[in-house]
């Protein structure tokens, strides 16, 4: 028999003592659970916002400040580093503090860091605001904000969950990138940022009113579970606590394996396209805003191959499912520097279709993998795994900007991130089965 997924505490008869409290048997036909996701979808797409701007930025700061673009790559560099790079202790944090004052923290760190570029006039504060203070605030609201989510919250349907919450990233791409690409062209960069700063404003209250920390909080047993959890006491050293946690998890070669595959896929998704396909469409005489319409159906077309993703990691092996989205995503990288034009062109429509379903496919399976091997270190062991991707990606983010500067194209960039994905393909069949390996 399939298990109830609102477990109900049995009413004591009379005159036997009623039990400690427990779980509440609830009104509504919705668990808490698909609410609390809901408001965590929201905020993902709000942080989606924060980090699509950048692309935007490349062409109009090196005309305005003369700043090379090897010099902004180098400014998302650091902000797509931190933001990986605070995943872990943001998890840990959560642990000791809550979600909820961890995300509200974050987002007025977002607002200060992108308010205050308007006001900016050498490079290194562009490296020190958007890099420094964006990265860390949206590296709070990261992936492993999911899986923290994920893990508390559900029992049932993790895959589809996890799937859905990582397509609220591309969700964001595609409400906010192409107002901000208009903006960009008609108005310039600095309304652009003030739009970011005041959208980070703008979710605390929901944060604050909507989201809680665990199932107990309300009464409830998480989504799917055969009995009520009690909520665990508050975990203090969070710092300490990555740190030991990374250091168990370093000794399997499973953590290497994911952390080396998903390395590669920040390098071909965020550090590549994210950052550089506006302007090397540009480069090629496509507008700004079209080329901004592209990434957004990328967009589109993610949610759904997201889904999909979770979908079939409830189902499959996940190992094999990493190896089929790296293989298809380093295929259509290698094709695309024939594909760029100054219009849209039917070839073009074909890749952004096919680029977007294997956007970050990825990210299900690879929590997946997380959960079997690393069990309750889980969410902090996903978010060092989360902190590789986006070394990845700032690596190729500066790199694709110094490649643009030497070389006068990006297709040097395009070839060699088409390699590494076959090489990512391979890796995933490495992954062996077993908790620890």
Request: net charge positive; aromatic share 10%.
């Amino acid at each position: 028999m399939r298990a109830d997924p609102h477990p109900r505490t049995p009413v004591p008869a009379a005159g036997v003592p009623a039990d400690p409290p427990g779980p509440r048997s609830p009104r509504r036909r919705v668990h808490r659970a698909w609410w609390v996701a809901a408001t965590t979808f929201l905020t993902i797409v709000g942080a989606a916002s924060f980090a699509s701007l950048p692309g935007l930025l490349v062409d109009p700061l090196n005309e305005e400040f003369g700043w090379s673009r090897g010099t902004i790559g180098f400014a998302v560099s650091v902000n797509l580093a931190l933001y990986g790079l605070t995943a872990p202790f943001a998890a840990a944090l959560m642990d000791r503090f809550g979600i909820r004052r961890v995300v509200a923290a974050a987002l007025a760190v977002i607002a200060a860091g992108a308010g205050l570029t308007v006001f900016m006039t050498a490079a290194w504060q562009l490296v020190l605001l958007w890099g420094v203070l964006v990265g860390l605030g949206s590296g709070s609201m990261a992936l492993a904000f999911a899986a923290t989510v994920t893990d508390r919250w559900f029992r049932a349907r993790r895959g589809l969950v996890s799937g859905v919450l990582t397509a609220a990233a591309a969700s964001g791409q595609l409400v906010f990138l192409p107002f901000l690409g208009w903006l960009v062209t008609a108005h310039g960069w600095r309304p652009a940022s003030v739009t970011i700063a005041v959208s980070a404003l703008a979710v605390v209250p929901l944060v604050w009113l909507l989201l809680r920390d665990h199932p107990a909080d309300v009464g409830l047993a998480p989504y799917g579970a055969r009995e009520f959890v009690p909520k665990p006491a508050p975990v203090g050293g969070a710092a300490r606590r990555a740190v030991v946690v990374l250091g168990r998890a370093s000794r399997s070669g499973t953590f290497w394996l994911l952390a080396g595959t998903f390395a590669i896929c920040g390098a071909s998704t965020n550090g590549l396209v994210k950052t550089h396909f506006v302007p090397a469409a540009h480069d090629h005489g496509m507008p700004v805003t079209a080329a901004a319409s592209l990434l957004a159906v990328i967009g589109v077309f993610d949610v759904v191959g997201t889904v999909a993703s979770g979908w079939f990691t409830d189902r499959f092996d996940s190992r094999r499912l990493l190896a089929v989205y790296y293989a298809l995503r380093g295929v259509s990288l290698l094709f695309l520097p024939m594909l760029l034009a100054p219009d849209v062109r039917p070839p073009m429509v074909f890749f952004i279709v096919f680029y977007g379903l294997d956007w970050v496919a990825t990210v299900p399976p690879t929590m997946a993998l997380c959960r079997e091997r690393f069990g309750e270190d889980s969410a902090i062991v996903f978010g060092w795994v989360l902190a590789s991707h986006q070394v990845g990606a700032a690596v190729v983010a500066f790199a694709g900007g110094v490649a643009r500067d030497v070389f006068g194209s990006y297709d040097v960039v395009w070839y060699a991130s088409g390699g590494l994905c076959a090489v990512a393909a391979l890796l995933a069949l490495m992954i062996r089965v077993g908790r620890g390996r």
